[in-house]
């Protein structure tokens, strides 16, 4: 089988294009939390040596995509309370830092506002775009506000979490669409541009009051389905 080529640049190798495969499907959603990724299954799938699958599988553990269980192996990450908390602290500090930094040295935050045009014209289009795509382009605005700061060490800081956050975003995928996140960013980058207290007050709402809600409830929400099955 092929493997498909990724943005990645870490992607060269081959463990690194598994990696990259392996790593776009679980951003689309296709692995649900508590899959075990056999190695034995993934050698045979991607026609390679069971120490690159373990190569690959390091890289994805790096990344915060999946975990390795003791007598389990490698699993897809789950979804708790203390996680969430800590990538969405995580995300808060970085991003809320590098907008004050970029407000403070009056930066130009027009690359925010293209890559939100990028979003709406995801969902203006006639085929409805992969969740893969809306995550990219959720992250890009995201990164942008970071990027802003003109920090490249904050930067590198955020690009450690950002496939972690995406991989969180899946779970709220019921209750998200293309429109309705173009609209929230459209939203947040008018308060972006005015700038002051309005865009910090923002986008400390969009990640606590959007992201990190929509993750709590979605985890209540599986809580609860795993307590109703389980009478």
């Known amino acids: 089988m092929a493997v498909p080529a990724s943005n990645d640049s870490g992607s060269q190798t081959v463990p690194g294009r598994v990696a990259a495969a392996l790593r776009d499907e679980l951003l689309d959603g296709a692995h649900p939390v508590g899959t075990r990724l056999r190695e034995e299954d993934l050698a045979e799938r991607f ?3 069971r120490h690159t699958i373990r190569s690959a599988l390091r890289l994805l553990v790096d990344r915060g995509l999946v975990i390795h269980e ?4 490698a699993v897809v ?3 708790s309370r203390q996680r969430i908390d800590e990538v969405f602290d995580y995300r808060k500090l970085l991003e809320l830092g590098a907008l004050r930094m970029a407000l ?7 690359p925010v506002l293209v890559e939100v045009e990028r979003l709406e014209a995801l969902a203006e289009r006639p085929s409805s775009p992969s969740w893969l795509e809306l995550t990219e382009a959720h992250s890009a605005i995201h990164r942008a506000i970071v990027a802003a700061a003109g920090n490249m060490h904050v930067l590198d800081a955020y690009h ?10 899946t779970f709220v ?3 998200f669409d293309a429109a309705r996140m173009a609209v929230v960013h459209r939203q947040l980058v008018e308060k972006l541009l005015q700038g002051g207290g309005a865009a910090e007050e923002a986008l400390t709402e969009d990640i606590d009051f959007t992201g990190r809600a929509a993750l709590l409830t979605a ?11 389980g009478h």
């Open 47 to 49: 026609d390679v040596g």
């Open 70 to 73: 003791r007598h389990r192996g």
């Open 77 to 79: 990450a789950p979804l």
């Open 104 to 110: 403070a040295a009056g930066a130009d935050l027009t």
């Open 160 to 169: 450690r979490c950002e496939d972690e956050v995406r991989l969180l975003l």
């Open 173 to 175: 995928r019921p209750d």
């Open 219 to 229: 985890l209540h929400r599986a809580e609860e389905s795993v307590r109703l099955l």
